[in-house]
């Protein structure tokens, strides 16, 4: 994992997560945690080594893979900051499985840690909006959909988007990206297509044109799902064998409990918003049905 430096005092660590580093005056605000304590030990050490204080993190979102790392640098003192309800989950990180899992108690599959992080205290929660960290001057933007109150950090030309934008390369790899919420992902997305520079939560960092490129392929991705999901309604179907045939159709292959129970959420994302403009209904046939008005 060596860092990128982007514009002056502004770093991208590359990995399964893209960290971020925002520094000034010799302190340093670190943007996301990592799945668990290893690169939240890397990202703190090269801090030091470079002669920055770490003076606070921004978690993005509530996600174990984006602050699963976090309760280590809580441990050494560092205040968490994050917006509401994702800092709640944070600290009750027990209900991310519980969730996923239609709230019953979660399959032990769901108890590793992708979806069940070490719990960490926030210090302070984050609203959109210009932020000062003492000489450190950033904005959080609200970037809800892949989660309920995701945020991004924008640093003059650069967004830190976190999940709201899953570039090409992503997409290939998970055909039906996680989404809680189709209306909030789709405005988000405008937010992120006006930035120059744009480090995706996972993926290559973009520029320019490439941002343009990848937040037209993603919203295509949602738009191409929705579709899908409406033609499978035809026929009265459980959001199961919607899931099933979408898969199909994109070629996800779903292969644990986990990939199957994110990617069942998508569908039901889909399926909400397909209920809220009047186009498809549920109804009970035995089983809980989705069908075309
Ligand atoms: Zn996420």
Known sequence: ?????????VWVFPGAVNLGVIAAEGRAVFIDAGLDDSAARKLWRWAEEAGLK????????????????????????LPLYASEPEG?????????????????????????????AKPCRISQTLAQGP?????????????????????????GPV?????????PEILSK?????????????SSLRNVEEAEVVVPGHGPILRNAEVRGACGEFRDRLEQIKDLVFQ????????????????AELGAKLQTITEFLLARTTILAAL???????????????NLLWRRR
Not at 131 to 155: C, K
């Open 159 to 167: 967004l830190f988007c976190a999940d709201a934008l899953f570039p």
């Open 54 to 77: 770490p003076h606070a993190a921004i978690l993005t979102h509530a996600h174990a893979d984006h602050f699963g790392g976090a309760y280590l640098w809580e441990k050494r003192g």
């Open 272 to 286: 909400t918003a397909l209920v809220r403009e009047g186009l498809v209904e549920a109804v009970l046939e035995g």
């Open 174 to 186: 998970h055909p039906i990206p996680f989404c809680h919420d189709f209306s909030g992902a789709l």
């Open 232 to 247: 499978e309604t035809t026929n009265p179907k459980s959001a199961e064998e919607i899931l099933a045939k979408v898969a």
């Open 131 to 155: 932020l000062e960290l003492g000489s450190i001057s950033l904005e959080i933007v609200a970037l809800p959909g892949h989660a309920p109150a995701q945020i991004g950090v924008r640093v």
């Open 88 to 116: 709640a989950m944070m600290e009750n990180p027990e209900f991310e499985p519980i969730f996923l899992f239609s709230g019953a108690s979660p399959h032990p599959e769901l108890l590793s840690k992708f979806t069940l």
């Open 1 to 9: 994992m060596e860092p990128i430096e982007l514009i002056a005092g």
